[in-house]
């Protein structure tokens, strides 16, 4: 009787490779999978927020299986109710219905959601990070990792552009009857209305979906999928200097993607796998191993189209318990509301800010800093870890009350 092991344990014998914050560029065909763009498509990087796609993956496979339901209940539990912003806000001990779970995902990248799906489906997060890298494995993706459902920051959570280029292509083939939720562009939830990060599809045609992230160690990462005259390409993008940086370069890939000939560049990714429950292998068997070994390395073989790099942010030391690198994704504005002699002053300032503004700056945290430079000195008063539309917003609101504010970028 031979013994079976999971590959996420097999790539775990691999050894660790090194993630870098830089940037990296792939754009294909969905259809035929042709590589018409690539920069560093085989560089590991942080995922971030990106990660979510594959936790959406295997929600719609057990929907699709029907193990699942949308109007299912979901238990969430104080691990999930902790985890850093973007979230919904949800507390333990409640429920959170499947689909509200698909829109809070693919929305405002919620955290809590993320988990919650998670334990419901892998019984614990680790437990369902190990099933999400057999999935990588299974869809060829060879160069990710996965230990979490989220994409909050950890060492060991890499992947590669040409990696998240295959599993949107699986998302879009296996999984078509669900691909429209990324084409979301609001939700509502509790009563709060809550905006898709993706600004992409506001602004560039043909664009519907999919997934935006950004932590502080990978920089603002973008995978889209625009559609025209019936052919749909994807792209992705790693190590924006910031999301909107990140957007102009994803619409110049894709106008040039869209301008090439079906067929002219000659390189073809490969086939999409078929769908399968689960993937072990049999260690015993030299021929099985051997197979699996290389074709996780396989990666590291091909050659790039292009060669386009962009000089990306320096790389940025990160701890699993870094608490400036929570994932946010676009959540790098903040409003400042005044510079003042006395620190409790400021801090009263920013709480009655935050008391009148309510659930637009649910997500934010006061910010008291102290400057002895220029004509601002004194303790400064501000909000940060803000949509920019809700920073914007949040200063019109109160200039409107007469509150002196001024929205600001807080990117690293």
């Known amino acids: 009787m031979h013994r079976a092991l999971p590959i996420a344990a097999i790539a775990l014998s691999l050894g660790a490779f090194p993630a870098y914050a830089r940037y990296a560029s792939l754009v294909v065909d969905a259809d035929s999978g042709e590589v018409l763009h690539s920069v560093n498509a085989d560089s590991r990087n942080y995922p971030a927020s990106l990660t979510k796609m594959m936790t959406l993956y295997l929600l719609f496979d ?10 299912d209940h979901m238990p969430v539990s ?5 985890q850093a912003p973007s979230k919904l806000g949800l507390a333990a001990g409640q429920t959170l219905e499947v689909e509200d779970a698909v ?5 405002k990248s919620a955290n809590d959601a993320a988990v919650t799906v998670a334990e419901f489906l892998g019984g614990s997060e680790p437990s369902f990070a190990e099933r ?13 990792q996965f230990r979490n459902a989220s994409g909050l920051p950890n060492l060991g959570q890499v992947s590669s552009a040409r990696d998240m280029a295959t599993l949107a292509r699986a998302l879009i083939h296996n999984h078509a009857k669900e691909y429209h939720y990324f084409a979301t562009r609001t939700f509502s939830y509790n009563g709060n209305l809550m905006t898709t990060h993706n600004h992409l599809m506001e602004h560039y045609q043909g664009a519907d979906g999919i997934k935006t992230g950004f932590i502080a160690a990978s920089g603002f990462n973008l995978v889209a999928s625009a559609k025209r005259n019936g052919r749909r390409l994807i792209g992705v993008v790693f190590g924006g200097q910031s999301a909107a940086a990140r957007d102009r370069q994803m619409a110049k890939l894709l106008d040039a993607g869209f301008l090439r000939t079906p067929g002219s560049s000659g390189v073809d990714m490969a086939e999409m796998p078929e769908q399968k429950d689960e993937t072990e292998v049999n260690t015993e068997n030299p021929t099985e191993l051997k197979a699996v070994l290389k074709a ?4 590291k073989q091909r050659k790039l189209v292009a060669t386009q790099p962009k000089p990306a942010r320096q790389p940025h030391k990160m701890d ?16 400042q509301l005044g510079a003042f002699s006395k620190q409790a002053k400021a801090q009263q300032v920013a709480q009655t800010a935050v008391n009148r503004l309510g659930t637009l700056v649910s997500d934010g945290e006061i910010s008291i800093t102290h400057s002895k430079k220029g004509r601002h000195h004194g303790y400064r008063a501000r909000i940060i870890g803000l ?26």
Not at 62 to 71: F, I, W, Y
Not at 103 to 107: E, P
Not at 133 to 139: N, Q
Not at 320 to 335: K, Q, V
Request: proline fraction near 1%; charge should be negative; aromatic fraction near 2%.
């Open 296 to 299: 996780m390395q396989a990666g």
């Open 132 to 144: 999400m890298t057999r999935k990588a494995r299974e869809l060829g993706m060879t160069q990710t």
């Open 320 to 335: 699993d318990d870094d608490e400036t690198a929570g994932d946010r994704e676009d959540d790098n504005w903040g409003i």
């Open 387 to 412: 949509a920019e539309e809700d920073a914007h917003q949040a200063c019109r609101r109160l200039v409107k009350a007469h509150q002196t504010c001024k929205a600001f970028d807080a990117s690293p």
């Open 103 to 107: 829109l809070g995902l693919v929305t």
């Open 62 to 71: 057990e929907l699709d299986a029907g193990r699942v339901h949308l109007t």
């Open 78 to 82: 104080a691990h999930a109710a902790a």
